[in-house]
């Protein structure tokens, strides 16, 4: 079946703007994870949702990040006044319980000018 | 200090070698150890678990978890080009088991 998704493939805005990162996690899929990775960081988790409880928000790393999921499916991270150490490859993972394994998906590589 | 350490690399070996990729950690709560492979531009893809301490083998992959030491590691026998990615060592704890804690990879090149 088709894996996790994310759109845009690439985003390229200028310090300042905003951006809206899609996520559709696989079918059935009750959790939603997103993480950043970037050069000298690795791979950092960002946010975690499951089912209807209230999300592990632990991982963002200023007001500026915020993310939410509606219905239960698709999720959409946003940025706010982006600044150039924002400029990274942001993954979504899903996995049919929490705690259970994270498939990811290819990520959106966003650049901050 | 990172909770999770891992050598970068870049690890270069001659197709056939077994290849030894390692993590220490810090966090003592650790008890689910995970392995991710990630090729270039895409996601990272599960290739070994592990609950708490002990040994996991599948295929030419075995993973090993020594909890006392806060070690854990991933060997590659019979290596292929095909390994050639950049390995990701990763873990989390008792009721966080979402939130993953991934060491900064090992970028692996396996040539033939």
């Known amino acids: 079946g088709a894996g996790v998704s994310q759109s845009p493939s690439n985003k390229v805005t200028e310090k300042g703007k905003d951006v809206e990162l899609r996520c559709d996690p696989i079918?059935?899929?009750?959790?939603l994870y997103w993480y950043r990775q970037s050069l000298g960081q690795g791979l950092e988790f960002l946010i975690y949702?499951?089912?209807?409880?209230?999300?592990?928000k632990s991982g963002l790393p200023s007001d500026r990040f915020s993310a939410e999921r509606t219905g239960g499916s698709v999720s959409t991270l946003t940025i706010q006044r982006t600044q150039q150490e924002d400029s990274a490859v942001y993954l979504c993972?899903?996995?049919?319980?929490?705690?259970?394994?994270?498939?990811f998906g290819p990520g959106t590589r966003l650049t901050v000018l | 200090q990172k909770e999770v350490e891992q050598d970068p690399g870049p690890l270069s070996v001659p197709e056939g070698a077994i290849v030894s990729l390692n993590c220490t950690y810090s966090?003592?709560?650790?008890?689910?150890f995970m392995w991710y492979r990630q090729y270039s531009r895409k996601g990272p893809e599960l290739l070994m678990y592990?609950?708490?301490?002990g040994n996991k083998e599948d295929g030419r992959f075995t993973a090993q978890v020594d909890k006392s030491s806060k070690y854990i590691s991933l060997f590659i026998r019979d290596s292929q080009p095909s390994d050639s990615a950049t390995y990701l060592c990763?873990?989390?704890?008792?009721?966080?088991?979402?939130?993953?804690?991934f060491g900064q990879g090992t970028i692996l090149t396996v040539h033939p």
């Open positions: 949702f499951q089912g209807n409880s209230a999300p592990d």
């Open positions: 966090n003592s709560a650790f008890q689910y």
């Open positions: 592990t609950y708490s301490s």
């Open positions: 993972a899903s996995s049919s319980a929490g705690g259970g394994t994270q498939y």
């Open positions: 079918s059935g899929h009750t959790a």
């Open positions: 990763a873990m989390s704890a008792e009721g966080s088991y979402g939130k993953l804690t």
